[in-house]
């Protein structure tokens, strides 16, 4: 599985941005897609993670009235949704997939999308 992410850029602080990631091969309904990210001087975190197959939905506090995750099926393609930008939401962010269902853990995820930098600007 191949994962390709686009999407990123510049935004000024409360505005929005939707990330893209598509993925090659099948994926399966027992499969999540996950999104994180790494700020700068930062480790890696979870932003949030959707179950293929249900369509639901896990966040971070940091995500949850603010970030949206979905997915088209058909399309092989998981959406993050970003509104009410904060300059702390600046990162490089991933999508990555995870064979063994939702988890909030990077270590969990066997597939990564290359980053794609999100800068949200004062």
């Known amino acids: 599985v191949q994962l390709q992410a686009s999407g990123g850029g510049l935004v000024q602080a409360g505005g929005s941005l939707r990330l893209s990631c598509a993925a090659s091969?099948?994926?399966?309904?027992?499969?999540?897609m996950g999104w994180f990210r790494q700020g700068p001087g930062k480790e890696r975190e979870f932003v949030g993670t959707?179950?293929?197959?249900?369509?639901?939905?896990i966040y971070a506090d940091s995500a949850k009235g603010r970030f949206t995750i979905s997915r088209h099926k058909a399309e092989n393609t998981v959406y993050l949704q970003m509104s009410r930008l904060k300059t702390e939401d600046t990162a490089v962010y991933y999508c990555?997939?995870?064979?063994?269902?939702?988890?909030?853990?990077?270590?969990?995820?066997?597939?990564w999308g290359q980053g794609i930098l999100v800068t949200v600007s004062s």
């Open positions: 091969g099948r994926i399966f309904s027992s499969h999540a």
């Open positions: 959707i179950r293929w197959g249900a369509g639901t939905t």
């Open positions: 990555a997939m995870c064979p063994r269902g939702a988890s909030g853990y990077d270590r969990e995820y066997d597939y």
